[in-house]
C-alpha cells in the first residue's frame, strides 16, 4: 500500500507538470511544403508515382485505414474493423456523416464501389492483385462493409492503408488526377503545372477539431539548392522529402530550423533490367553486389545519412533479415564472378539516372566509379522525370538506373515478371504466396525473411541502403512527422506556434 500511495503521489506530481508544459495547438496559418517531384497526376489509384500520395495521402484523400506518425493503422474513414477466426473475414464499421468535398455522402455502397472498381479488369489501380483476393463483399447497411476474402492475406491491411485503396466520390471520379475530390480535411483548390498545388481547409471536415491549418501549398521545387534559399527566403516553409543531405547538418545548427532524420520505408536500388544483356546472367548481378561498397555510397551520397540494405526491405519495417553480408563488398571476387560469367575484362554498360532526384545522380555516379574498378564501364545519362517514367518505368527502356522505391511492404513487385525490374522467379512467387498466407507471426517472419534471401541471392538488383527522410522546416512549425512509416506529407496535425 505505502508502494502504491507512493506511485500515485509521484505521478500527480509529474503529470501536471508535464502538461503545463505541453503546448497546445493553435489554429489557423498558411503552410508551404517542398517536394522536389511534381506529380504527374493526383489520383494515387491510378498511379504508383510517391510524388501523388506525398501531396493527396491523408490531406485530400482517405481510406478505410490509415497510418499515423508511429507506423501504426488506425481508424480513417472507417472507425473499427473485427477479422474473422479463420482470418478470412473482415468487418469493417464506417464512420457516420462524411460526405466528399462535392458533397457526396459516404457509405458502405460508395466503398463498395470502389473496392470492385479496384479489383475490375481493366482497372487503372496500380496494384489490382492487393484487392483480387477478395471473394465478397456485403453492405447490410450504409455504415457495415463486410470483405471476404479468398485466401489468408497477411498484408491485407497494410494494402488497405495505401494510397491504393483511398475512396474517391461516384461522381466526379473521372478527374481525380487533376481535380481531386476526397473526404480529407483539406480540399483541393488548383494545380498550376510546373509549379504548386494550393489546398484549402474543409470546413465540414468529419473531425472538427482538425485541420489547424487554413492552407497547405505544394510548392515543386527539383533543385536542392533552390530547395534551401527558398526555405532560408522565407518562401517556403518546409522542405518535406530529403533535404540535400550536405545541407542537413548545416541546416540543424541554424536555431531558425529543424532538421529530422528519421526513418523511411524507401529503399534506394540500382534497379536493374534482368532481361537486358548482360544483366540477365545471375553471376553478373553477383559480381556488381561484390563490388558495390554501400557504406562509402552512404557517406558520399547522403553524408551518412542512411542505413546499408542487402535486399528490398526497410529495417524499420516488421520481419528485416538483414542480408548486407551476403555479398559484402569484395572487388576481387566480383572479378572472378565476371569471368566466370564469360566477361574477363568487364564490359560497356548505361546508367539512366533522373534528373529531378540529386540522390540519384549522386549515387550512380559513385556506382560507376566503384563498379569501373572491376572492368564494368557505366555510361552515364541523365533523364527528365517524364522520360523516366514512360521510358524506363513503363516501357523497361533501360539496362540500369537509380531510384528510391518508397512504398512499405512493397517486396511484391518481385512476383510481378511485368515490372519494370523483369525479374521472373517462381521459387520467390511461391515464398511471397506462403508469406501472404501465413497464418502468424512466426510464419510471417519466415516467408518474409525467405523472401528477401531470394531475391539478395538473386542479386536481382542493386541493394544499397534505406534513406532518412531529412525534412527541414521553420522552427515554428509544429507536429511535422519525424519518421515517415509510410508515403505521405500529412499535413492534418500540423500548426504554425505563434
Known amino acids: 500500500m505505502k508502494k502504491l500511495f507512493f506511485i500515485t503521489l509521484v505521478l500527480a506530481l509529474i503529470f501536471p507538470l508535464h502538461l503545463a508544459f505541453a503546448e497546445t495547438p493553435v489554429s489557423g496559418g498558411s503552410l508551404v511544403v517542398c517536394q522536389p517531384a511534381e506529380p504527374p497526376g493526383l ?37 473499427k474493423w473485427d477479422v474473422s477466426s479463420d482470418g478470412k473475414g473482415y468487418t469493417f464499421r464506417l464512420r457516420k456523416g462524411v460526405s466528399f468535398h462535392n458533397g457526396e455522402p459516404f457509405n458502405a455502397q460508395v466503398a463498395k464501389w470502389n473496392i470492385e472498381r479496384a479489383m475490375a479488369e481493366g482497372t487503372v489501380n496500380p496494384h489490382p492483385e492487393f484487392f483480387r483476393g477478395i471473394a465478397k463483399i456485403e453492405t447490410p447497411d450504409n455504415d457495415t462493409l463486410i470483405l471476404t476474402l479468398k485466401e489468408v492475406d497477411a498484408l491485407f491491411i497494410a494494402h488497405m492503408a495505401e494510397g491504393d485503396a483511398v475512396m474517391l466520390p461516384m461522381k466526379g471520379y473521372e478527374n481525380a488526377a487533376s481535380e481531386p475530390i476526397g473526404t480529407g480535411p483539406f480540399k483541393f483548390v488548383k494545380w498550376i503545372r510546373g509549379d504548386r498545388v494550393e489546398m484549402v481547409r474543409n470546413e465540414k471536415y468529419w473531425n472538427p477539431k482538425l485541420p489547424y491549418l487554413d492552407k497547405v501549398t505544394f510548392k515543386f521545387i527539383g533543385d536542392a539548392s533552390a530547395q534551401v534559399a527558398a526555405l532560408k527566403a522565407g518562401d517556403i516553409d518546409v522542405i518535406g522529402y530529403i533535404l540535400a543531405p550536405e545541407l542537413a547538418s548545416q541546416m540543424a545548427k541554424d536555431s531558425r530550423f529543424k532538421v529530422f532524420a ?164 517462381q521459387e520467390f512467387r511461391d515464398a511471397y504466396a506462403k508469406a501472404l498466407k501465413a497464418p502468424n507471426e512466426a510464419q510471417k517472419a519466415k516467408w518474409f525473411g525467405r523472401c528477401q534471401e531470394i531475391i539478395a541471392e538473386d542479386a536481382v538488383n542493386g541493394f544499397l541502403f534505406s534513406a532518412s527522410g531529412l525534412p527541414a522546416m521553420k522552427a515554428e512549425v509544429m507536429n511535422w512527422w519525424e519518421n515517415y512509416p509510410t508515403i505521405a506529407l500529412d499535413c492534418t496535425e500540423v500548426w504554425i506556434k505563434k
Not at 489520383?43 to 508515382?49: E, G, K, Q
Not at 568487364?346 to 539512366?352: D, H, M, R, T, V
Request: proline content about 5%.
Open 262 to 425: 528519421g526513418t523511411t520505408t524507401a529503399e534506394v536500388i540500382m534497379s536493374t533490367n534482368n532481361k537486358a544483356k548482360p544483366f540477365d546472367n545471375k553471376l553478373v548481378r553477383q559480381a556488381m553486389a561484390c563490388a558495390i561498397d554501400r557504406q562509402a555510397v552512404i557517406e558520399l551520397v547522403m553524408f551518412g545519412y542512411g542505413t546499408p540494405i542487402g535486399s528490398h526491405w526497410s529495417p524499420s519495417t516488421p520481419y528485416y533479415v538483414d542480408m548486407t553480408e551476403k555479398f559484402p563488398h569484395n572487388p576481387k571476387k566480383a572479378k572472378q564472378l565476371l569471368a566466370q560469367a564469360g566477361y574477363p575484362n568487364g564490359f560497356e554498360a548505361s546508367i539512366k539516372l533522373p534528373a529531378i532526384y540529386s540522390y540519384s545522380k549522386r549515387a550512380g555516379e559513385v556506382i560507376a566509379d566503384q563498379l569501373g574498378h572491376v572492368g564494368i564501364k557505366l555510361e552515364i545519362e541523365i533523364v527528365e522525370w517524364g522520360y523516366w517514367l514512360d521510358r524506363i518505368f513503363k516501357q523497361k527502356d533501360y539496362q540500369l538506373t537509380m531510384i528510391g522505391h518508397s512504398e512499405a511492404w512493397d517486396i511484391g513487385i518481385y512476383a510481378n515478371p511485368n515490372y519494370y525490374f523483369q525479374y521472373d522467379s
Open 43 to 79: 489520383n494515387p489509384t491510378a498511379n504508383t508515382a510517391a510524388a501523388i500520395d506525398r501531396v493527396v495521402y491523408s490531406n485530400i484523400y482517405e481510406g478505410l485505414i490509415k497510418v499515423n506518425s508511429g507506423g501504426e493503422f488506425v481508424p480513417g474513414l472507417a472507425t
